[in-house]
């Protein structure tokens, strides 16, 4: 990458309202059958032009195929059965019903290679494709299979890994796993958490990394960001562990978090996704707010290292809140480059 700050989002952007009814998770889709797959194509072209025209550098399909972040990957394994649902406690936060593990879990065949693929055509920039993480997966199922966390992680870590595999050939430049769970679940993280992440990401040559946030801006997340106190140190718990790994960036929550900035201290030499903008607020940053943030974890982290992103996905935003905060994000960095350039 030669552009000093090269900016991304965490993943998801708000579909339009013709695609899937907005400002909602889990949203049901509008279309159906082929219509369907041509809507989603369209999707992913708006999605990639808003953000080539808020300037951002390295692009997504801004998740415009999917329903959920980890459900829709999961719907494509053979093992789990949709039917068959239990209500379980996702992150030990807020009920949901999800799907059984029925039995061996296998992917039967490639599950986003064809839409990375059309996004490799729409586009010359860096391309980045998120995909669940191992320990997030489990926490969104109910196993009546394996009957281990660390059994059905570790099998869904080979399942990743050929996906991830396929994707690195479909020319896709970063692939992120998106690990939530890895700020809730300290001990499982250290005992065996990361070591399915690094499974997944076995022989890959593109860059990976690993997505820790505190959730998206919906009520459960921040009804639990209220008891977290006033540090929130739970980075602290994974992060000397996750220093040593071979994940090469780091994928963070940082703006309007309680996160003590000088914890970036304890990963030192990974690059860092810092996120600098908040996703559970309709605030617009101004660019001024974002460079703040950029500038503080600027301390901690080497100009070459820092990747200024999103705390999370802005699936659940308006339309045009989610382009405010591109277009932030973009001019936060072009402050900082230019500081940069400056010599300050
Ligand atoms: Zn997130």
């Not at 080539?52 to 999917?66: F, H, K, N, P």
């Not at 949901?96 to 065949?109: D, E, F, L, W």
């Not at 607020?281 to 982290?301: C, H, M, P, S, Y």
Request: with cysteine.
């Amino acid at each position: 990458m030669k552009q000093l700050l090269p900016t991304s989002t965490a993943g998801s952007l708000p579909k339009p309202s013709w695609l899937a009814e907005p400002e909602k998770l889990w949203s049901p889709w509008k279309l159906q059958g082929e219509t369907l797959t041509e809507g989603k194509e369209d999707a992913l072209r708006v999605a990639l032009q808003e953000q080539q025209q808020a300037g951002i550098d390295i692009v997504s399909d801004g998740e415009q195929t999917r329903q959920h972040f980890v459900t829709t990957f999961i719907e494509h394994l053979s093992g789990v059965d949709f039917e068959n649902r239990k209500t379980v406690r996702i992150r030990d936060r807020y009920d949901a019903s999800v799907p059984t593990v029925i039995g061996p879990v296998a992917r039967q065949k490639p599950v986003f290679v064809d839409d990375a693929k059309f996004l490799r055509q729409q586009t010359d920039k860096p391309i980045k494709w998120a995909l669940p993480g191992p320990m997030t997966m489990i926490d969104t199922l109910y196993d009546d299979h394996y009957k281990s966390r660390e059994k059905l992680a570790w099998e869904f870590a080979k399942i990743l890994n050929q996906e991830a595999k396929e994707l690195e050939a479909a020319g896709v430049n970063i692939i992120q796993f998106d690990e939530p769970a890895f700020n809730v679940f300290f001990d499982e993280v250290n005992a065996w958490g990361i070591a399915c992440l690094e499974r997944a990401i076995e022989g890959l040559k593109c860059e990976t990394v690993v997505h820790i946030c505190y959730g998206y801006g919906i009520k459960a997340n921040t009804d639990w960001k209220k008891t977290l106190g006033s540090e929130w140190r739970q980075y602290e718990e994974v992060f000397p562990k996750l220093q040593q790994s071979s994940i090469d960036i780091i994928s963070l929550e940082c703006q309007n978090s309680h996160v003590p900035i000088e914890l970036l201290e304890l990963i030192r030499g990974k690059k860092v996704m810092v996120g600098a903008i908040d996703v559970a607020t309709n605030r617009i940053e101004t660019a001024e707010e974002v460079a703040d943030t950029l500038r503080k974890a600027l301390q901690f982290v080497d100009a070459d290292k820092l990747y200024p992103c999103t705390n999370c996905g802005m699936a659940p935003l308006s339309r045009k809140v989610a382009r405010g905060k591109l277009k932030a994000l973009s001019a936060g960095a072009d402050i900082i480059r230019k500081e940069l350039a400056a010599g300050k």
